[in-house]
Nanobody, 123 residues
Framework: QVQLLESGGGSVQAGGSLKLSCVTS????????MAWFRQGPGKEREVVAS???????TYTDSVKGRFTISRDSAKNTLTLQMDSLKPEDTAMYYC?????????????????WGQGTQVTVSS
């Protein structure tokens, strides 16, 4: 069973930056989508950024232009560079991986999850 391990969370002031990393314990085959989700206090878990099997990236509107997701399959790593952080970005961030669906779509219906890493942004 492949495991996902996140790191890089912490506390920063608004406007600061953090870089999250996710390392897989084994190699995921090329047909896996990968993503970063987050769950803030009292909120549902939401997808922040996703990268498909061809390297195409998508972002939720609130982080576009501020966050960058990248995937290095050779190193079994997924990263999330977060710049211009805002207090509303405060959440537990989770790495996720799921097999791509029909036509390579990324749905994350039943993903593998990491244990999460906390990001706290103060104003």
């Amino acid at each position: 069973q492949v495991q996902l391990l996140e790191s890089g969370g912490g506390s920063v002031q608004a406007g600061g930056s953090l870089k999250l990393s996710c390392v897989t314990s084994g190699r995921l085959h090329q047909y896996y989508c990968m993503a970063w989700f987050r769950q803030g206090p009292g909120k549902e878990r939401e997808v922040v950024a996703s990268v498909d099997t061809e390297g195409k990236t998508t972002y939720t509107d609130s982080v576009k232009g501020r966050f960058t997701i990248s995937r290095d399959s050779a190193k079994n790593t997924l990263t999330l560079q977060m710049d211009s952080l805002k207090p509303e970005d405060t959440a537990m961030y989770y790495c996720a991986a799921d097999v791509a669906g029909t036509f390579g779509t990324c749905n994350y219906f039943s993903p593998l999850w990491g244990q999460g890493t906390q990001v706290t942004v103060s104003s």
